[in-house]
């Protein structure tokens, strides 16, 4: 059981244990009407599966903070829509879908540490690290001569994510993604 | 960003603030008001239901709107005054709320509610003037106009109109506040401002019930773009009734497990000599907020509260 919290301590950004589900509060106003009382406008998303709702709250409500705990996890393989991880100090595995995966997909390769969000002991979802290092798989040669500043072109990483890169970038090359914006940082030396 | 950073990009916001507090003084120095200044740490408080005072150390507490001390003066006869004032509600946060925030509060003798909404009109003439809004503006998506026809509406009409029920008393007051904030309040106010008056009698705070209709009190509040802006009423001048209101007040936030405040006897005792006026208080910092297109009152003050009770 999460900590019990009073509507004066809502605000955006916090977790509550709604009818089972962890909701992550999204936006949150508070509005206090004339002479009446204080109210607490909430739009509230299930963390589970991604649904949204608007929910006003009165002051002498009562909430329960979801109970969500952070651990360290790394990625072992892909089976079809199943991603399976497994707790680096516990060495427990979890499966998680591809939906709560997300587009963290296009960055997991084999062994990749990430952090992964448990609600009541079940995985609903990873945070991977700001960035990653992958390998182009596919890429077509620069055009000689075209040296305009900025030029890029796009090539396939190993997990088949495609990326604009500048001219120079080859296949095999690895390279350092930005897991946050999608983009490419540069090119790893090895 | 570095504090000085912040505050040098506020600076445009700020001055329109000071421009926009001018014209109001301007304004309401034309019209014969003296401007006074009453105390901001006080020993008794209006009794609110929904509102907690800041304790002020001692015995004290910090205003939480001046109201006590100017009605005393218009109890000595005082004709036309207004202030401009800091005042403090405990816990009250938000995009539209910060927990001392600046009242502009005006009474006028031998009028009733309605002189109040003609002065509305021209204050909110004069600081659209001051602020280079006559022509109207964007502000969230929608165009304000200030010269546009003002929207006028009962209580009762707002919400049979965008709630589809009446209220009266005995008030579901839950209900009432859900539905004013989720369904009517969002409504008000374009382009131009809207006066939403005549609140079901329980709702009257410190106003007189209409002689027309004791079912309601002479109350209105002033809405621009779906914000409050001002309260104002026709004053309550009866001693006995005022007690027995704060009274109340005081058992139900005693009931409700609330801090409560002694009685404003200094008040009340004045309350006998206070002949027939009307009050209201406007703030300050939601107006610029509209004018300045800011969608948060941080954008409008210097200084963010840093501790919030």
């Not at chain 2, 006066?195 to 209409?210: E, G």
Request: proline content about 6%; charged content about 25%; aromatic content about 10%.
């Amino acid at each position: 059981m999460g900590s019990t919290l009073t509507a004066g301590e809502l605000r955006k950004g916090l977790k509550l244990e709604i009818d089972g589900d962890p909701y992550l509060i999204v936006d949150f106003e508070f509005s206090k009407p004339g002479k009446g009382q204080a109210l607490y406008r909430c739009r509230l998303r299930n963390m589970i599966n991604g649904t949204q709702f608007d929910r006003t709250y009165r002051s002498g409500d009562k909430f329960t903070a979801a109970d969500l705990e952070e651990q360290e996890m790394q990625f072992l393989y892909r089976q079809g829509d199943a991603f399976h991880f497994m707790n680096n100090t516990t060495y427990e595995q979890y499966e998680l879908s591809q939906d709560q995966v997300g587009d963290a997909v296009n960055f997991l390769t084999e062994n990749l540490a990430v952090s992964s969000l448990l609600y009541q002991g079940r995985p609903i979802g990873i945070t991977l690290p700001n960035f990653v290092e992958l390998r182009v798989v596919q890429a077509d040669p620069g055009i000689k001569g075209d040296t305009a500043a900025g030029a890029t072109k796009p090539v396939t990483m190993e997990t088949g994510y495609v990326v604009q890169v500048p001219l120079f970038i080859e296949e095999g090359e690895l390279l350092k993604l930005d897991t946050r914006t999608g983009n490419y940082v540069e090119r790893v030396k090895s | 960003m570095t504090e000085q950073s912040i505050l040098a990009a506020r600076r445009p916001a700020l001055e329109m603030r000071c421009r926009v507090i001018s014209a109001l003084r301007a304004f309401l120095d034309r019209q014969g008001f003296l401007e006074v200044q009453t105390p901001v740490l006080t020993a008794a408080p209006a009794p609110e239901l929904h509102i907690d005072a800041v304790p002020a150390g001692g015995s004290g507490f910090l205003i939480t709107s001046p109201e006590l001390y100017m009605k005393r003066l218009m109890a000595a006869g005082y004709e036309r005054i207004c202030q401009f004032t800091p005042v403090f509600r405990a816990g009250e946060r938000g995009r539209r709320h910060h927990p001392e925030f600046a009242l502009l509060e005006w009474y006028r003798l031998g009028s009733d509610y309605t002189a109040l909404q003609e002065d509305c009109r021209g204050l909110l003439r004069a600081a659209c003037g001051a602020a280079g809004r006559l022509a109207g503006w964007s502000h969230g998506g929608h165009f304000l106009d200030v010269e546009a026809e003002w929207q006028h509406l009962t209580v009762r009409e707002a919400f049979s109109r965008f709630a589809g029920w009446e209220p009266h008393d005995p008030l579901d007051e839950d209900r009432f506040d859900l539905d004013m904030v989720e369904k009517v309040e969002p409504q008000l106010g374009y382009p131009a401002p809207c006066i939403l008056s005549d609140y079901p009698a329980s709702q009257a705070a410190l106003a007189r019930l209409s002689p027309r209709d004791p079912a309601v009190a002479e109350r209105f509040e002033l809405y621009w773009a779906g914000v409050e802006l001002a309260n104002g009423f026709s004053e309550l001048t009866d001693p006995r009734e005022q007690r027995e209101r704060f009274e109340a007040v005081i058992r139900e936030r005693r009931r409700r497990g609330r801090p409560v405040t002694p009685l404003p006897l200094e008040f009340l005792e004045s309350l006998s000599h206070l002949t027939p006026c009307a009050g209201i208080a406007l703030g300050v910092d939601r107006l610029v907020m509209l004018l300045a297109s800011a969608d948060h009152i941080d954008q409008v003050v210097a200084f963010p509260p840093e501790v919030v009770t």
